[in-house]
């Protein structure tokens, strides 16, 4: 049976960042990943870094063409009743966030990794935890049609909200938090220049439309829409014409619209597993928590869960030492549940929600509210910068 310290299951942003990080410290890691690599750099994802991320990837040496090619935004902006309103991340909150897609960390990661020697086996099938509450765990799989097993000191799960790695802990052992949203997201990438500077939230009577960028030739656009709908009800035609009618009329007028390279539908949840330590096993990213897409948070609390994962890792083969590894859960949640809190908020604040008149009112008063207030902004720019790695 092949032996490693580390198993990681999954090979999106999570696992491969955490890869990274542990080759670094000398600790060995084997990455399953259930697809291949063509696939997982075709899902087009998140565009938001915070700063503390940004250094992160910088840590882990993946951080160059980040810094040459990432677009830094000093505020973003929302709008709503024909305005639009600027929240300045910098000045408020003393921080800026990088526009860099997800696919091109994917890729800069998966570039590092090759380069590295590491192993990771794509198109790992059926990958079975074992043992995991034990001092020696194993994980089972099949590749090309061959049973394979690891042995392993740890196993980490960085297999998003679909992996099995959650599912392996029995229901007793685990709490679960949730919450389901009307509505999801429909993605449409485009190569056009933005016609806008900064990210554009807008919230319209239509519903909630987002104006973000991938670089100075590519945009980002998401439409809120109903759970039922299916990409291929919505023409290029339809998305950009729906998206003028949401985005306010002065961007309506410069919006140059250019063939899709990608669409998409998400649906938006909130989602918190506790504890994210069970034995042997730690679950990290996706497959610990979702948040609703709104406050541009789900990567990049994914890569904070694997920062302090990977220092824990570290002290343990550096010390013997499993003081942050019991720490881990405790540490990363109370930095989750603040991203949750705030991407719901971001969520209830400029979606269309079907209910009552009186929640209307609360929403269009908060963001009124927001407009005139100082410390509402504070707050809004400081959450969206995102928190310090230490809080
Ligand atoms: P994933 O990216 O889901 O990766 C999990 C990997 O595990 C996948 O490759 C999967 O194939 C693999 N896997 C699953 N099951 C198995 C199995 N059984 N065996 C082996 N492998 C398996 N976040 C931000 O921070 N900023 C944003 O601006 C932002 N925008 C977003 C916009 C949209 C429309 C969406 C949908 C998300 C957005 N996010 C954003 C969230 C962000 O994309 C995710 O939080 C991020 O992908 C999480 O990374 P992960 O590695 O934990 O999980
Ligand atoms: C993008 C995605 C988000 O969820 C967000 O809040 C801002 C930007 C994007 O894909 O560009």
Known sequence: ?????????????????????????????????????????????????????????????????????????????????????????????????????????????????????????????????????GPRPRVAFRHWGQAREIACDFIVGCDGYHGISRRSVPPERRRVFEREYPFGWLGVLADVPPPWEELIYANSERGFALASMRSPTRVRCYLQCNLDERVEDWSDARFWDEFRRRIGEEIAERVVTAPSIEKSIAPLRSFVIEPLRFGRLFLAGDAAHIVPPTGAKGLNLAVSDVFYLHEALRDFYRERSERALDAYSAKCLSRVWKAERFSWWMTRQLHRFPGDAFDQRMQESELEYLFVSRAAQTSMAENYVGLPLDS
């Open 1 to 133: 049976m092949k032996r490693t310290q580390v198993v990681i299951i999954g090979a999106g942003p999570a696992g491969l960042l955490l890869g990274q990080l542990l080759h670094r410290e000398g600790i060995d890691a084997i990455i399953l990943e259930q697809r291949s690599a063509e696939y997982v750099l075709g899902r087009i994802r998140a565009g938001v870094l915070e700063q503390g991320t940004v250094e992160v990837l910088e840590r882990a040496g993946v951080a160059t063409r980040l810094h040459a090619e990432g677009l830094i935004h000093r505020g973003v902006e929302i709008g709503f009743r024909g305005h639009r309103h600027r929240i300045a991340l910098q000045a408020l909150a003393g921080k800026t966030v990088t526009v860099y897609g997800q696919t091109e960390i994917t890729r800069d990661l998966m570039e590092a990794r090759d380069g590295s020697g590491a192993v990771t086996v794509h198109e790992a099938e059926d990958v079975q935890l074992q043992d995991w509450d």
